[in-house]
């Protein structure tokens, strides 16, 4: 587009010095001046319609203006923080474990090491799947709660609801077993 614009110039410029055959001096030189003058008015207006539109600037207006800008933070996520740890959607009693999937029967006792300050035992569930359980783990399917690990058995409190609608807590022992058959 510059291009094009300077090419018309040139060819301007060249008929304007070709153009004038007058030998007078000073009718000539007008003439000339008013052709210059003509042609730089084409070469402004043909600048501007090329340049993008600007807002004329007055002189009032040339204060420099600094926006500030603020974050706020308040009830937006922390970018830096999983979101696979931030669920509020979803409640405790949804957030059901393998182990309670099942009843206390169905489960077995493989093996507990309990001489440590923080006891273990390791369950099996029916599928032959083998789980690390400790204190305050949750198995069952009557909300159970491991709540003591002994030398070979797990001692979990269930909560039953019976015909009437209480609530009863009831202690269950999961023991090792030793020998299967004989």
């Given amino acids: 587009m510059r291009f094009t614009t300077l090419a018309v110039a040139i060819a ?4 304007v010095g070709c ?8 009718d000539g030189n007008r003439e000339k001046a008013r052709k210059e003058k003509r042609h730089k008015q084409r070469e402004r207006e043909v600048a501007k319609a090329e340049a993008p539109a600007q807002p004329e600037a007055s002189p009032a207006a040339e204060e420099v203006v600094v926006a500030t800008f603020v ?8 970018p830096f923080r ?3 740890w ?3 959607d979803r409640q405790d009693k949804d957030l059901r474990g393998p182990l309670e999937q ?3 029967n169905q489960l077995a006792v ?3 090491v309990w001489a440590t300050g923080n006891a273990r035992a390791l369950i099996q569930d029916p599928s032959g799947q083998s ?3 400790g204190e305050g783990a949750r198995v069952g399917k009557n909300e159970g709660k491991v709540v003591r690990i002994d030398d070979n058995l797990v001692v979990v409190k269930e909560t039953y609801v019976d015909y009437m609608g209480e609530r009863t807590m009831k202690n269950v022992e999961l023991q090792i077993r030793r020998t299967e058959g004989g």
């Fill in 82 to 84: 999983s979101y696979q």
């Fill in 131 to 133: 789980y690390i359980i």
């Fill in 19 to 26: 153009s004038s055959g007058s030998t007078d001096s000073g």
């Fill in 71 to 78: 974050y706020d933070a308040t009830g937006k996520r922390d």
């Fill in 110 to 112: 493989v093996a507990v």
């Fill in 86 to 88: 931030e669920r509020p």
């Fill in 102 to 104: 099942f009843d206390l």
């Fill in 12 to 15: 301007i410029l060249a008929l």
